[in-house]
């Protein structure tokens, strides 16, 4: 009788932590925060959409020499957007560009060793 409630009981923690594990995998990926204004990060580099889902920013945040990148998938697209860049580098303000249709998802790029380091999130 004991053995049973005991064997219950891990069951039911068993469970619990299953739940939690499926709340923690739902809210992937861990670094989205809700938008507006929605925010894809690659370290401290980032690509913006705000509220109206057409302006966009793609900012330079890091004094490292890699240059970043946006690419922007539109409402009714087929590709991704141009790349958007930072004129300016890692200096003050953000290269910006106001697209005809609703962003659906984004990506901030930073050029780095290799193949561009990419980070994609969702506006819907
Ligand atoms: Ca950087
Ligand atoms: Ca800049």
Known sequence: ????????????????GCASG????AGA????IPGPPWHAYE???????????????????E?????VY???????????SPRISD????AGGCGNHTFPADVRYFKICEK???EPTCRTEFVD
Request: glycine letters at 16%; one cysteine or more; charged letters at 20%.
């Open 1 to 16: 009788m004991r053995k049973a409630i005991k064997s219950k009981i891990a069951q039911g923690m068993l469970a619990l």
């Open 22 to 25: 499926l709340v923690l995998a």
């Open 29 to 32: 990926p861990a670094m989205a």
């Open 43 to 61: 370290g401290s580099d980032y690509a913006v959409v705000l509220a109206g889902k057409r302006y966009v920013g793609v900012c330079d945040m």
């Open 63 to 67: 004094r490292d020499g890699n240059g």
């Open 70 to 80: 946006g690419q922007f998938w539109l409402h009714g697209g087929t590709d991704w």
């Open 87 to 90: 004129p300016n580098g890692s």
């Open 112 to 114: 780095d060793a290799g």
